[in-house]
């Protein structure tokens, strides 16, 4: 099971400073079995700010949320912040996924009641969208029985409840009183009932408490010292309070200089003020001292020491190393010291030079190590190998670019894929030395690397489009296929067809050019393998952003297998081109010959018919549309005809 983490409000505070840690979580529980971390996850995307509305949808659309038994708050939050502000093409595909209703075994008139229900609150989250209430009106004329709900979003409604755990004393109480005169009651309290005041609530209001006035935590810690750490769960709560005020630069010392001489309360508080260390350095505002930097640095080699005498939490196997990586303490003293380096670089300016020799020691003792925290800190270090190479390159290639050996240790190396997979990213410096390494881990990716194919497939896409070395040329595309399996060359085609949507002419062209035409004859041909029809389905994508070479992109398309076209966007990405323009002649060619290839039911006919419009403008042979125009109606379009007599009105040719 996912781990959650230990503050609610941590989600909400990670969307919006660390969106990239945010996107792990919701990542991690979409891909849960579990319904209350699929809920989460699906919260998550609703308040992630960084998301475009787009992407939201889409999201929704390939989880296949929409009518998910159980979700549907979470699902309908989301579509209140997206819909609204996305574009025509993301609309469209919820509402006609909208119509199609629930897929569960449920009776007509359940199934109606939701269609009802969904389309009216799209209507209330996007009432300026004509397409939309249009949709709406007409289902409910047709059921004139069905009405709007209080709370549409909501399968139940119990009215309002009790949420978090009871405390016998709230924050303002506890520091209404000196800790000295509470100390034996919060060592000493325990819960009469299972259903009152509990010690869980209690803490929460000490972290509270101390979060308001962290003096009052100092002077609990040091009650609590003389009474022999009694209870770790009232230290940890204290740690905890100091972390979320801003310290100001005397209560940082303070703060520090208490832990470094009490070590032996650092066992109990390990991953608290691991986080303290972490978010102190991180910050933009209030944000450890300069002059608390090596007090700092102390206490977090104090704690790397407790996290190396330890095997707690020891995991054997991962879905994602870097989830497990970041959310253990020595993960997060990786991070701090990290954040450190990063520091201490922007200090130095044009005199930095290389990582100093007393902070090598450290992250050579993380590589060298044998516990479980140095394999936990590898990971992280891996996840910011781009970070270190642009500070030390010598050190970066020596030391941690072997890492990803996949022939000397695939456990480690798999640690390391995971991390530089989930955070990382390659740069032109450090390609060449670590490409070989890419290529080694070819023929686990399909067997090893689970849920993170994709992204190493992105990173081969991104690579094959903006990296200085040649796919073709070098032939490291023509060894990564056979190695990898169908999933993965399918995986691999969908990740060029979003690369090249991130590119501009004359980019395309000249990748066109350099490589991919060669390369997709070649696979046409079969080599160095066949091109699967689902391959071939996610390659048509590319020729939406090959626009100068669409014409011959289209010939190869005909040349290949048959297309297998599930969910893709190929004739919404047409629609909204300047292909239809630019040349309409093989846009027609290739929409009649991907027409009459689709099948019943067919859910992309308002995409087609734009394209089909647009190209009734043009100079070009009328045939082909209405070609276009009788698939149409065999795959059910009610408006063929009239599409037809319009064509036929723009003139014959």
């Known amino acids: 099971m996912p781990a959650l983490p230990r503050n609610p409000q941590l989600l909400d505070w990670n969307i919006a400073n660390r969106p990239e840690r945010a996107d792990f979580w919701i990542d991690m529980w979409a891909s849960s079995g579990y319904r209350l971390f699929r809920r989460l996850a699906i919260f998550g995307v609703a308040k992630s700010s960084h998301w475009p509305p787009d992407r939201k949808i889409e999201w929704v659309l390939q989880n296949d949320l929409l009518y998910a038994h159980g979700y549907k708050h979470e699902v309908f939050l989301l579509l209140q912040a997206a819909y609204p502000h996305a574009s025509e093409r993301s609309r469209v595909g919820i509402l006609e996924r909208a119509a199609k209703g629930w897929g569960a075994d449920i009776d007509t008139d359940t199934k109606e009641y939701e269609i009802f229900n969904l389309l009216y609150w799209l209507t209330k989250v996007a009432p300026d969208c004509s397409q939309t209430s249009a949709r709406f009106a007409e289902f409910a004329?047709?059921?004139?029985?069905?009405?709007?709900?209080?709370?549409?979003?909501?399968?139940?409604?119990?009215?309002?409840?009790?949420?978090?755990?009871?405390?016998?004393?709230?924050?303002?109480?506890?520091?209404?009183?000196?800790p000295e005169e509470q100390v034996e009651f919060l060592i000493s309290f325990r819960p009469e009932h299972p259903l009152g005041p509990s010690r869980e609530g209690l803490i929460d209001e000490v972290t509270k408490a101390v979060a308001n006035q962290w003096d009052w935590g100092m002077a609990l810690m040091h009650a609590l010292k003389r009474r022999g750490w009694p209870q770790p769960d009232l230290c940890k709560a204290v740690v905890d309070g100091w972390r979320q005020p801003d310290l100001a630069d005397a209560q940082w010392e303070e703060v520090l200089g208490f832990l470094l001489d009490n070590d032996q309360v650092l066992s109990f508080v390990v991953y608290e003020a691991s986080?303290?260390?972490?978010?102190?350095?991180?910050?933009?505002?209030?944000?450890?001292?300069?002059?608390?930097?090596?007090?700092?640095?102390?206490?977090?080699?104090?704690?790397w020491s407790v996290c190396a005498s330890s095997d707690q939490g020891r995991q054997?196997?991962?879905?994602?190393?870097?989830?497990?990586?970041?959310?253990?303490?020595?993960?997060?003293?990786?991070?701090?010291?990290?954040?450190?380096?990063?520091?201490?670089?922007?200090?130095?300016?044009?005199?930095?030079?290389?990582?100093?020799?007393?902070?090598?020691?450290?992250?050579?003792?993380?590589?060298?190590?044998?516990?479980?925290?140095?394999?936990?800190?590898?990971?992280?270090?891996?996840?910011?190998?781009?970070?270190?190479?642009?500070?030390?390159?010598?050190?970066?290639v020596g030391k941690l670019v072997p890492l990803f050996d996949w022939s000397a240790d695939s456990r480690r190396a798999l640690q390391a894929w995971h991390g530089y997979l989930g955070?990382?990213?390659?740069?032109?410096?450090?390609?060449?030395?670590?490409?070989?390494?890419?290529?080694?881990?070819?023929?686990?990716l399909h067997s090893e690397f689970g849920r993170f194919r994709q992204s190493f497939c992105d990173h081969l896409a991104s690579i094959a489009c903006f990296g200085s070395i040649d796919p073709m040329k070098d032939g490291w595309l023509n060894r990564f296929l056979p190695a990898a399996g169908l999933e993965e060359r399918i995986m691999w085609a969908a990740?060029?067809?979003?690369?090249?949507?991130?590119?501009?002419?004359?980019?395309?062209?000249?990748?066109?050019?350099?490589?991919?035409?060669?390369?997709?004859?070649?696979?046409?041909?079969?080599?160095?393998?066949?091109?699967?029809?689902?391959?071939?389905?996610?390659?048509?994508?590319?020729?939406?952003?090959?626009?100068?070479?669409?014409?011959?992109?289209v010939t190869k398309i005909r040349s290949g297998p048959v297309p297998n076209l599930q969910h893709s966007f190929i004739y919404h990405e047409l629609s909204k081109s300047e292909i239809p323009i630019r040349h309409p002649t093989s846009t027609a060619e290739l929409v009649l010959y991907l027409l009459s290839a689709a099948s019943v039911p067919f859910y992309d006919i308002d995409a087609v018919v734009d394209v089909v419009r647009r190209l009734a403008l043009s100079d070009i042979d009328r045939l082909a549309l209405r070609q276009i125009c009788d698939e149409l109606a065999r795959l059910g379009y009610y408006g063929a005809q009239a599409l037809k007599d319009s064509v036929d009105a723009g003139g014959e040719k």
Not at 515 to 539: F, K, T
Request: net charge negative; charged share 25%; with cysteine.
């Open 141 to 178: 004329r047709e059921h004139p029985r069905f009405g709007p709900r209080e709370h549409p979003d909501m399968d139940s409604w119990i009215g309002p409840v009790r949420a978090g755990w009871e405390s016998p004393s709230t924050d303002r109480e506890l520091l209404s009183k000196t």
């Open 275 to 303: 986080l303290l260390l972490e978010n102190g350095v991180a910050r933009s505002s209030n944000a450890i001292p300069d002059s608390c930097l090596r007090l700092a640095k102390r206490l977090s080699e104090n704690l």
């Open 316 to 396: 054997e196997k991962a879905d994602d190393w870097l989830f497990v990586a970041i959310n253990r303490p020595p993960g997060t003293l990786v991070e701090f010291f990290l954040h450190l380096l990063s520091r201490l670089r922007r200090q130095s300016g044009e005199q930095w030079k290389e990582i100093g020799l007393e902070h090598k020691e450290f992250l050579e003792s993380v590589l060298r190590g044998p516990s479980y925290a140095a394999e936990v800190g590898r990971i992280v270090l891996a996840s910011q190998l781009h970070f270190i190479f642009s500070i030390d390159e010598t050190w970066a």
């Open 423 to 444: 955070w990382g990213r390659w740069t032109h410096g450090l390609l060449p030395h670590l490409m070989p390494y890419y290529e080694k881990a070819f023929s686990a």
């Open 495 to 553: 990740s060029m067809a979003a690369t090249l949507g991130q590119m501009r002419e004359p980019a395309t062209q000249s990748a066109w050019e350099r490589w991919i035409r060669v390369y997709w004859q070649n696979r046409i041909e079969g080599l160095p393998v066949s091109l699967d029809a689902a391959e071939a389905g996610q390659m048509v994508l590319w020729s939406a952003h090959l626009q100068s070479a669409f014409p011959e992109v």
